[in-house]
């Protein structure tokens, strides 16, 4: 599952941040590994001009805009043998009024590999919904991130909490220092 790695998480918009821009080359390498059988789920905000995640944050994403859209390095890297599908949803979580629960049900599997962005807030709900519908769930430390650091936001302090108390503590997740592990595995 790729979470919100989108133009407008990447390159331009409000919420544009390079940390998450520099994730595309790993993550772009990382699915290019992917083999007939695997099977990508990206969750992409594709927002409406009155949702309510804009009490929060600026608008942006906003459905049919360049920011709404998965950064191409990712979508050319996947073998055409590989089954992709694409979700679109209105708020952090991919579950929340969309097919997602229907395509993650119909898997072959239960094992689950997230990487994207925000760790502390789309890519946590997305990784907790799937831990409520029985997922084994596993999150690629090197291919994850937070956004830059605005004056109250730290986000390396932010990094170290999720990544290291409470996606295992928390949530039971597996947390791996990067994409090369499952290899050695």
Not at 122 to 151: F, K, M, S
Not at 177 to 183: Q, S, T, V
Request: glycine content about 6%; charged content about 25%; proline content about 5%.
């Amino acid at each position: 599952m790729v979470v919100d790695m989108l133009e407008g998480f990447t390159r331009c918009g409000p919420l544009a941040s390079p940390r998450v821009a520099a994730l595309l080359p790993r993550q772009a390498d990382f699915l290019s590994r992917l083999t007939e059988g695997d099977r990508v789920i990206f969750v992409s905000d594709a927002h409406g001009p009155h949702d309510a995640e804009f009490r929060r944050f600026p608008p942006h994403c906003l459905a049919g805009s360049n920011e709404a859209e998965v950064c191409q390095e990712l979508t050319r890297a996947i073998s055409k043998t590989v089954r992709v599908d694409h979700v679109t949803k209105t708020t952090f979580s991919g579950f929340h009024e969309t097919e997602l629960d229907t395509l993650v049900r119909s898997a072959d599997s239960t094992a689950w590999i997230v990487i994207g962005c925000v760790t502390d807030c789309c890519v946590e709900a997305n990784v907790a919904d799937l831990v409520y519908r029985g997922g084994q769930v596993t999150v690629i430390r090197d291919l994850i991130d937070t956004w830059h650091d605005p004056p109250d936001h730290d986000a390396d302090a932010i990094n170290a909490e999720w990544f290291d108390r409470r996606f295992p503590t928390i949530w039971g997740t597996r947390v791996l220092a990067g994409w090369k592990e499952l290899l050695a595995r």
